[in-house]
C-alpha cells in the first residue's frame, strides 16, 4: 500500500470556483503534514504545513483529521496562477539516530480555466 | 543566499556509463535529501542524509550511492547508467528532520540512452 495517497485529477476549474483536494496516508507514526505546490518542470515549493487544528492562508485551508488519516486543502476564488499540481507530503518518524523520512502522493493536477 | 543548487541541469548517459549529480546548499541545513520524479509520479525518496559523515538508504537506493563530507555538499553517484534510472532528480534540504520546509534545488534531468 503506497504511504500516501492522492487523487490525481486533472481537476479543470473556471476561475473563482472553490476546488478541494483530498490526500490520504496509511502510516499511523506520521507527524507532520504539508502541501506543496509544484509547476511544470520546476521543482516543489512548499504552499502551507497542515496542523491538527486546521489552518488558513489567504484563499487556502488546510485540514488534518488524524482520526482517518485524511489531509485536505481547499482553494477558494480559484485564480488563474493556482494552475500546477498539488502535493500531498507526509513526514514519518524514524529509528532513533536517524532522520525522518518524507513521503510524497503523486499529485493533483489543477487548470484554473478563464 | 543561492539555497539549494543543483548541477547539471540536463544530462544525457549512455547505458553503463557513470556520473555524480552535485548538489549544494548555502543555509547550512543537516538534512539533505535526494529524491527521483518518474513522469506522472510523486518524487520518491533514493538517500539521505541527518549530518555530515551520515546517510541513510530511502525508498529507492538500488544503482545510486552518495556522500556527505561537508554540510553543504551531497553528491548522488550513479555508477553503471540504466534505462530506468532515467528520470528528474531534485536535491533538497531541510533546517530539521521533522516538521521543517523543505527547499529543493532546481533539479536535474537525466536522460539514459
Known amino acids: 500500500r503506497k504511504e500516501v495517497e492522492q487523487d490525481p485529477g486533472p481537476f479543470n476549474v473556471p476561475e473563482g470556483a472553490t476546488v478541494a483536494f483530498n490526500c490520504t496516508y496509511s502510516?499511523?507514526?506520521?507527524?507532520?503534514f504539508f502541501w506543496y505546490r509544484q509547476d511544470c518542470r520546476k521543482e516543489p515549493k512548499l504552499l502551507m504545513s497542515?496542523?491538527?487544528s486546521g489552518n488558513e492562508d489567504g484563499r487556502f485551508t488546510a485540514q488534518l483529521n488524524r482520526a482517518s488519516q485524511y489531509i485536505s486543502l481547499l482553494i477558494r476564488d480559484s485564480k488563474l496562477s493556482d494552475s500546477a499540481t498539488y502535493l500531498c507530503?507526509?513526514?514519518?518518524?524514524?529509528?532513533?539516530?536517524?532522520?525522518?523520512?518524507?513521503?510524497f502522493g503523486t499529485g493533483t493536477s489543477l487548470t484554473v480555466i478563464p | 543566499n543561492a539555497g539549494v543548487t543543483q548541477t547539471p541541469k540536463f544530462r544525457i548517459l549512455k547505458i553503463g556509463q557513470s556520473m555524480t549529480l552535485q548538489c549544494t546548499q548555502d543555509?547550512?541545513?543537516?538534512?539533505m535529501y535526494w529524491y527521483r520524479q518518474d513522469p506522472g509520479m510523486g518524487l520518491k525518496l533514493i538517500y539521505y542524509?541527518?549530518?555530515?559523515?551520515?546517510?541513510d538508504k530511502g525508498e529507492v537506493p538500488n544503482g545510486y550511492n552518495v556522500s556527505r563530507s561537508t554540510t553543504e555538499d551531497f553528491p548522488l553517484r550513479l555508477e553503471l547508467a540504466a534505462p530506468s534510472q532515467t528520470s528528474v532528480y531534485f536535491c533538497?534540504?531541510?533546517?530539521?528532520?521533522?516538521?521543517?520546509?523543505?527547499?529543493f534545488g532546481p533539479g536535474t534531468r537525466l536522460l539514459v540512452l
Open positions: 502510516n499511523s507514526a506520521s507527524q507532520s
Open positions: 543555509m547550512n541545513h543537516n538534512y
Open positions: 533538497a534540504s531541510t533546517h530539521t528532520g521533522g516538521g521543517g520546509t523543505q527547499y
Open positions: 542524509s541527518v549530518g555530515a559523515g551520515i546517510t
Open positions: 507530503v507526509v513526514n514519518i518518524r524514524g529509528l532513533p539516530n536517524t532522520g525522518n523520512q518524507f513521503y
Open positions: 497542515v496542523y491538527s
